[in-house]
């Protein structure tokens, strides 16, 4: 089947565009309002966009109602925000965390998730979550789309900390088999991953190699080597 979006129909029972954009890192972001109420929310279309330093994006699109969401006012004005990883033990309480609620609704409250305060911004982040980026905010790019919904704010931000528990690491390595992290689907599928394998490109340069692995202690390594 062939469809061009906004031009042609798909004739599918549902929109097959999301579920072939797979699987999808959930961008669990806790955020704080100026006036100092927390916030908690879910976001599928979320993503690392490099290394060194390490920054990451999340989208959300705007309500039917045509309003930004609380999560990227929030960022916007305080220049803060945190990503929770979403786990397989945690999965209830991040679908919990994605109602539309009422704003000053306490989601941590709402999904029954301890705040943890973190330790570089005034931003609680879920305790019950093995892994945490303390964020400052970088920038907002908005797209613009169909109403009602369509129009998103593509938040990105520096990683300026990130906490990373003891017990899900093994050799050194952070451990999916662990922290089972879920990941968004189509439609309303999610999946888990507890499986993993490697490959590594042949013959490709060491530069290559640690880009891909995204070691920032290699990459100033290189950068001295190149500027001596």
Known sequence: MFYEP??????????P??????????????TKSKDGKANLAPYSQFNNLTFDPPYVMFSSNQTVSGIRKDTVINAEETGKFVWNLATWDLRNAVNISAQQVPHGVDEFTLAELTKEP?????VPMVAESPVKFECEYHSTVRLPGNPPMGTVDVVIGRVVAVHIRDEVLTDGLLDVRK??????CGYYQYTVINETFEMVIPGMSEDVIYGLEGSARRN?????RATN
């Open 6 to 15: 906004g031009k042609t129909d798909h004739n599918l029972p549902h929109d």
């Open 17 to 30: 565009f999301k579920a072939c954009v797979v699987p999808r890192p959930i961008g669990w972001i806790s």
């Open 118 to 122: 973190a330790l570089t911004m005034d």
């Open 179 to 184: 922290t089972k992290p879920i990941a968004r």
């Open 220 to 224: 100033a390594e290189a950068n001295a």
